[in-house]
């Protein structure tokens, strides 16, 4: 199974969502107040992860450059969409299935079928379900 995967990962700070070159191991995070360099060539200080926090607007332009660095350009068709693992809790890690839009490049929000918007900055994309299905996307 392909799960589309970037060198880069997400964090709020300064009442955005800001991307950060590499990629944070589990368990491992920011504290609030720590100076992060961001792929927007920007030294923010970082914000506590909070449920708040994650619905912060994504910085146009760490979008942008993280778009740019990971290439992914998909051909059509339909993928299965989740959240990524540390913004929500596993029980609610399902796969949805979404649509990706004409010209096949990554939107800001996926779009499932069942309604439910997952923000790209906070997705995880595989041309498969992985893990637990989401049944209202399945019968859609």
């Known amino acids: 199974m392909n799960v589309i995967r970037s060198n880069h990962h997400w964090h709020p700070a300064e009442f955005r969502q800001h991307a950060i070159p590499g990629i944070l191991p589990p368990g491992e995070k920011h504290e609030g107040g720590e100076t992060i360099k961001t792929l927007c060539k920007r030294s923010v ?45 596993d ?15 990554v939107p800001a929000s996926w779009l499932t079928f069942c309604g439910l918007e997952i923000p790209a ?9 992985t893990g637990m299905p989401c049944v209202c996307c399945m019968v859609e």
């Open 121 to 129: 900055h906070q997705a995880e994309v595989s041309q498969h379900p």
């Open 45 to 89: 200080s970082a914000a506590q992860r909070t449920e708040l926090t994650w619905q912060w607007p994504v910085c146009d332009e760490c979008m942008q450059a993280a778009k740019e660095l990971s290439g992914v350009v998909f051909t059509g068709g339909t993928v299965a969409v989740r959240f990524a693992a540390g913004v929500v809790s």
């Open 91 to 105: 029980s609610k890690r399902q796969s949805h299935m979404a649509t990706v839009p004409e010209g096949g490049e």
